[in-house]
């Protein structure tokens, strides 16, 4: 049987081996920058932005996802948007994914949401495919630009 529920501060500790999860499931296990104290002090503090959720199966967890509104000029509305999504490699295909995004689905109807969005690796066709499933439909249109690092530093700095 899954359960999903809201995220607490007694669960960093499980937030944090499963980014650390997704990050070497990305190819980027070195990546990681997160530390419990971090995510205490961006989910867990007063006016958190950022949002995470925890998916079991009895008492394990196999899954969660983290994510955050934004909001769109041309609707006029706020929007979900899903920053990571993981489930167990053991875990998967016993439906823990498609329940985080119904849940996430849910949460954005609720909300009055007019979008519910995220990105997907281009090499991950097992998402991909599971995205397209559930009905998502790509939008090709876009590139995503970031800032990061020393570029961004230097940037708002002026230079």
């Known amino acids: ?3 999903i529920r809201p995220a607490v501060i007694d669960d960093v500790a499980t937030i944090l081996a499963f980014i650390k999860a997704l990050a070497l499931y990305e190819k980027e296990p070195d990546a990681v920058a997160a530390t419990e104290q971090k995510l205490i002090n961006t989910l867990f503090c007063e006016g958190a932005t950022a ?3 925890l998916c079991f199966e009895g008492d394990e967890a196999i899954g969660f996802a983290v994510y955050f509104y934004n909001y769109s000029t041309w609707l006029g509305r706020n929007g979900l948007y899903l920053e990571d999504l993981f489930v ?6 016993k ?3 498609k329940a985080i995004m119904q849940y ?4 954005a109807v609720a909300r009055d949401c007019g979008r519910f969005e995220w990105v997907v690796l281009d090499w991950n066709q097992p998402a991909i495919d599971f995205y397209q499933s559930i009905g998502a439909k790509p939008q090709d249109e876009w590139i995503i630009y970031r800032l990061t690092g020393q570029a961004l530093l230097d940037f708002a700095e002026g230079h």
Request: charged share 20%; hydrophobic share 35%.
């Open 1 to 3: 049987m899954l359960t």
């Open 95 to 97: 439906g823990a994914g």
């Open 88 to 93: 167990s490699p053991d875990k998967r295909g």
């Open 104 to 107: 996430l689905a849910r949460q």
């Open 51 to 53: 949002h995470a959720l």
